[in-house]
């Protein structure tokens, strides 16, 4: 199977991987003719890239790290915790939340157990998910991606728990920015992005009185948009004023932002979204964290076409998870021509050959 832009996929492809709704229900089936019309609504729908199959790659295998049924639970979790939490802030009535803590660290183990027990670097671009709420997947895709960066770092079990509600909450102060400017689907003016900046803040407040939940989490709410410069919000803080939890979900934040599809813009491949975060280390972002990062993502998702500095032209077809930059690639192309027999070759071993481009960012290029 191979991973391609919808924008580029041609009617009569034949979809590889089901797509689902955020209650993990199938949408459109494995092994269905792709239409003019459902590549469109794919789109409409949030879908910007998918498995086609491809007798070339019929025998890869993606894993992305975190099962389908402990996404859906998360979500489901996620989306129930988090409007409860509205409702009850939007009526002024004093949070009564005994079981969120508990419920919540149920979905932290599940996310840390499939984590620990998958060998490959993360990657969150094959998970074809139709979602409501970009709120409920984008907060379940940071956890998953800081407690990934949090596991390769070695904290302990308690520590990786407090990480762990720390991101699963740190947009939860959203659940109080009027609708209107929270689901607006151009960009925010000036006004409205001072307003959904309180989130940061609003989502300290929620949580600092919720009963047996860490100050730690509430304090990762408040700080994850603060920046190394102190050109972050609300509190503008610089270096170690900010808590390593909070350095470490900013990464994961930006990096699951620019990597989602939005109304306003084309999403990023992982591998632009780690340059944008290489742009801002130092100034915005830790560089060790960032480095760690990069070894805990899939850069070239398997199942992604890549050309390389030598020009052929091949397809991703397994992680090296100590180097997620150097993947096994199987050459499909030399020279401009197909080829009849393909081959693999893996770039770890071969450190004079790299990736100069992907299938999908020549496609945006050409558009």
């Given at each position: 199977?191979?991973?391609?832009?919808?924008?580029?996929?041609?009617?009569?492809?034949?979809?590889?991987?089901?797509?689902?709704?955020?209650?993990?229900?199938?949408?459109?089936?494995?092994?269905?003719?792709?239409?003019?019309?459902?590549?469109?609504?794919?789109?409409?729908?949030?879908?910007?890239?998918?498995?086609?199959?491809?007798?070339?790659?019929?025998?890869?295998?993606?894993?992305?790290?975190?099962?389908?049924?402990?996404?859906?639970k998360a979500l489901k979790a996620i989306k129930s915790e988090f409007q409860a939490i509205?409702?009850?802030?939007?009526?002024?009535?004093?949070?009564?939340?005994?079981?969120?803590?508990?419920?919540?660290?149920?979905?932290?183990?599940?996310?840390?157990?499939?984590?620990?027990?998958?060998?490959?670097?993360?990657?969150?671009?094959?998970?074809?998910?139709?979602?409501?709420?970009?709120?409920?997947?984008?907060?379940?895709?940071?956890?998953?991606?800081?407690?990934?960066?949090?596991?390769?770092?070695?904290?302990?079990?308690?520590?990786?728990?407090?990480?762990?509600?720390?991101?699963?909450?740190?947009?939860?102060?959203?659940?109080?920015?009027?609708?209107?400017?929270?689901?607006?689907?151009?960009?925010?003016?000036?006004?409205?992005?001072q307003v959904m900046q309180e989130h940061s803040m609003a989502g300290f407040n929620i949580?600092?009185?919720?009963?047996?939940?860490?100050?730690?989490?509430?304090?990762?709410?408040?700080?994850?948009?603060?920046?190394?410069?102190?050109?972050?919000?609300?509190?503008?803080?610089?270096?170690?004023?900010?808590?390593?939890?909070?350095?470490?979900?900013?990464?994961?934040?930006?990096?699951?932002?620019?990597?989602?599809?939005?109304?306003?813009?084309?999403?990023?491949?992982?591998?632009?979204g780690l340059e944008l975060l290489y742009s801002g280390v130092g100034n915005q972002f830790?560089?060790?964290?960032?480095?760690?990062?990069?070894?805990?993502?899939?850069?070239?998702?398997?199942?992604?076409?890549?050309?390389?500095?030598?020009?052929?032209?091949?397809?991703?077809?397994?992680?090296?998870?100590?180097?997620?930059?150097?993947?096994?690639?199987?050459?499909?192309?030399?020279?401009?021509?197909?080829?009849?027999?393909?081959?693999?070759?893996?770039?770890?071993?071969?450190?004079?050959?790299?990736?100069?481009?992907?299938?999908?960012?020549?496609?945006?290029?050409?558009?």
């Amino acid at each position: 199977m191979r991973l391609v832009a919808v924008r580029s996929v041609t009617a009569g492809a034949i979809l590889a991987k089901p797509i689902y709704n955020d209650n993990g229900q199938i949408l459109l089936c494995e092994g269905v003719e792709l239409t003019e019309r459902s590549l469109t609504r794919l789109y409409e729908l949030g879908i910007s890239f998918i498995y086609i199959h491809d007798k070339r790659t019929n025998d890869i295998e993606i894993e992305t790290g975190v099962s389908l049924e402990t996404k859906r639970k998360a979500l489901k979790a996620i989306k129930s915790e988090f409007q409860a939490i509205s409702n009850q802030v939007k009526l002024k009535k004093s949070l009564n939340l005994d079981h969120f803590e508990k419920d919540f660290a149920v979905i932290i183990r599940a996310i840390l157990s499939d984590i620990k027990n998958n060998d490959n670097a993360l990657t969150l671009l094959s998970d074809m998910f139709v979602y409501d709420s970009y709120i409920f997947t984008h907060s379940l895709n940071v956890t998953v991606y800081t407690l990934g960066l949090a596991v390769d770092l070695g904290f302990s079990d308690k520590q990786l728990m407090d990480i762990g509600l720390g991101s699963l909450l740190h947009d939860v102060g959203k659940m109080v920015i009027p609708l209107e400017i929270l689901n607006k689907p151009g960009r925010l003016t000036d006004e409205e992005f001072q307003v959904m900046q309180e989130h940061s803040m609003a989502g300290f407040n929620i949580l600092r009185n919720i009963p047996n939940l860490s100050l730690l989490s509430a304090h990762c709410a408040l700080q994850h948009h603060e920046r190394l410069d102190g050109t972050g919000y609300p509190r503008g803080l610089k270096h170690d004023d900010i808590h390593y939890y909070a350095k470490m979900i900013a990464i994961a934040d930006v990096f699951d932002a620019v990597t989602s599809h939005r109304v306003y813009r084309k999403p990023m491949l992982p591998h632009e979204g780690l340059e944008l975060l290489y742009s801002g280390v130092g100034n915005q972002f830790d560089q060790n964290l960032v480095e760690a990062f990069r070894r805990t993502v899939a850069i070239y998702p398997v199942g992604l076409t890549v050309t390389l500095s030598d020009q052929r032209v091949g397809i991703v077809v397994k992680q090296n998870k100590q180097l997620s930059t150097h993947p096994v690639v199987r050459i499909i192309e030399e020279n401009g021509v197909e080829l009849k027999e393909t081959y693999d070759i893996d770039l770890m071993k071969q450190y004079n050959v790299t990736i100069v481009a992907t299938e999908a960012t020549l496609a945006a290029a050409a558009q």
